[in-house]
């Protein structure tokens, strides 16, 4: 097999993941990656790490370029990138930059650059992450690489319009953050009746990952597996009540996955 050129322009906590989960899964070798500016935090043994572009080796063509930098300082990073010649016309880009759409990308490296815009969530560190991505410019059997890239990552899917990029970020690229608040309250509750802080904290981790394999196993509504669990006059519905009523826990999450779309919306044209 020829060896092939992954250029990683960044490479934080999710970059991290991503190149450890593509070794393990003898999608690429170690030795097939370069990877420019990572955090310090965030180095894998045997991988050659870059620390400015003038480090790139003579005639270097990427094959493969994962763009994982923040978008706040993407621009002067993006410019000296399509400065660096490291890539050609079968160069594949792969953004999992949130907020920036292919336009953007566009602006720096040509309107027929083979480029795919994604927004994997934090739990692809367990193989369950979603993994949206939208298209420009590629064949067939070139989309089928890139699924075959993200394929140990969790559910991968195509998105027809980019702008549900915005809805997808808020609700499914922050929504561990969600979960996580949630695990949180449900430990700090647990506390305040007088259970313990371990058990507490075991508690919780238990109720989350039975409760989420119930309705990953099952398949049913949502709703049907909340009423199974909510007898009439019982304790479960005297406790949800006044969550449900009014929508009150959907309208305050509403709120705030809103506060997510503009803030995404917000990056795209900055």
């Known amino acids: 097999m020829n060896k092939s050129n992954i250029f990683f322009l960044g490479c934080g906590k999710m970059g991290k993941i991503i190149v450890n989960n593509l070794i393990e899964n003898n999608i690429y070798s170690r030795n097939e990656f370069l990877i420019l500016k990572p955090s310090n935090t965030n180095k894998i043994d045997d991988i050659t790490y870059i620390d400015s572009f003038d480090k790139i080796p003579k005639n270097y063509i990427a094959d493969i370029i994962f763009i994982c930098i923040k978008p706040q300082n993407s621009q002067k990073i993006l410019e000296n990138l399509s400065l660096s010649k490291i890539f050609n016309e079968n160069t594949i ?138 007898s009439k006059k019982g304790i479960t519905e005297a406790s949800l009540k006044n969550l449900i009523k009014n929508n009150k826990l959907k309208n305050l999450i509403k709120k705030s996955v809103d506060f997510g779309i503009k803030k995404s919306q917000r990056l795209t044209k900055k």
Do not use: W
């Open 93 to 230: 880009f792969i953004s999992i930059l949130a907020g920036k759409d292919i336009n953007y990308f566009t602006n720096f490296f040509g309107d027929s650059c083979k480029i795919v815009r994604s927004m994997p969530n934090i739990a692809i560190e367990v193989k369950k992450g979603i993994i949206p991505l939208f298209f420009k410019n590629f064949l067939s059997h070139e989309k089928k690489i890139i699924n075959n890239i993200f394929s140990n990552f969790g559910y991968v899917f195509e998105v027809e319009k980019q702008d549900s990029f915005h809805a997808l970020t808020a609700l499914y690229g922050s929504g561990p953050a969600y979960i996580f608040l949630m695990q949180e309250i449900f430990k700090k509750i647990s506390i305040e009746q007088k259970i313990s802080p371990e058990i507490s904290h075991k508690l919780v981790q238990e109720l989350f990952l039975g409760s989420s394999l119930m309705s990953y196993q099952d398949n049913q509504d949502f709703q049907n597996l909340r009423l199974m669990v909510t």
